[in-house]
């Protein structure tokens, strides 16, 4: 049984390219939340999608966007990238939202580094 | 809002010593807490949990105890082992609001 599986592991952009991070969910998961992680700092929330709809957000600016497709997968989307948006780019899936947002299983990360 | 302060790291311990990673939080209501676990070049995987006052979460010989009264979820281990190097979130939810996390704290161990 494949966990969460996200792509790219690593990524390196300029600043003011766009870039687009996918994130399978474990099987069987709906819900998909994305976490944004800089050096030395835990993980803060970026938005969850369930039923291809973004359900909750967190305090991120509109440059960061997302998208669920009918097989559950994501993918986030940032436009014009600054410096500040180099991170681990952690994807966590789960069943059901509005149900609960305990039993989240979280992939391994993608590492953006922007130039 | 809602917030959660760990002790800063890195913390060093030899094979064998005794761990506490210190954990407070500053939460309106009845939050559950949790500890989370990444290892170098993994995804965060859940360590324990504990939903209400009183309760003692464990796992791998890790617990952790959810005092109200001093709003702490400190983790414990009572003989680490080199495999157990990894960084520690300590984790807050209320409801159906998002995790929110820590700044995590590096733990090294070495033999």
């Known amino acids: 049984d494949a966990g969460v599986t996200q792509s790219p592991t690593h990524l390196i952009k300029t600043r003011g390219q766009q870039v687009t991070l996918r994130c399978s969910p474990k099987?069987?998961?709906?819900?998909v939340s994305w976490y944004q992680q800089a050096l030395g700092q835990g993980p803060q929330f970026i938005f969850q999608?369930?039923?291809?709809?973004?359900?909750q957000r967190g305090n991120f600016p509109d440059r960061f966007s997302g998208h669920q497709f009918p097989n559950y997968s994501s993918e986030l989307n940032v436009n014009a990238l600054l410096l500040g948006d180099s991170a681990l780019y952690l994807c966590?899936?789960?069943?059901?939202?509005?149900?609960?947002?305990?039993?989240?299983?979280f992939g391994s990360g993608t590492q953006l580094s922007v130039l | 809002g809602d917030s959660v302060t760990q002790m800063e790291g890195p913390v060093t311990l030899s094979e064998e010593a005794f761990l506490t990673i210190n954990c407070t939080y500053t939460?309106?209501?009845?939050?559950?807490l949790f500890w989370y676990v990444q290892y170098p070049g993994e995804g965060l995987q859940l360590l324990l949990k504990?939903?209400?006052?009183?309760d003692k979460g464990s796992n791998k010989g890790f617990e952790a105890t959810y005092r109200k009264e001093t709003t702490s979820f400190h983790l414990e281990k009572g003989s680490v082992q080199v495999s157990d190097s990894a960084v520690y979130f300590c984790?807050?939810?209320?409801?159906?609001?998002?995790?929110?996390f820590g700044k995590g704290t590096r733990l090294s161990v070495i033999a």
């Open positions: 966590a899936s789960s069943l059901a939202a509005g149900v609960t947002n305990e039993k989240l299983f």
């Open positions: 099987s069987g998961h709906d819900t």
């Open positions: 999608y369930y039923e291809e709809e973004e359900r």
């Open positions: 939460a309106t209501g009845y939050p559950s």
């Open positions: 504990a939903t209400k006052a009183d």
């Open positions: 984790a807050l939810i209320k409801g159906n609001t998002p995790l929110v």
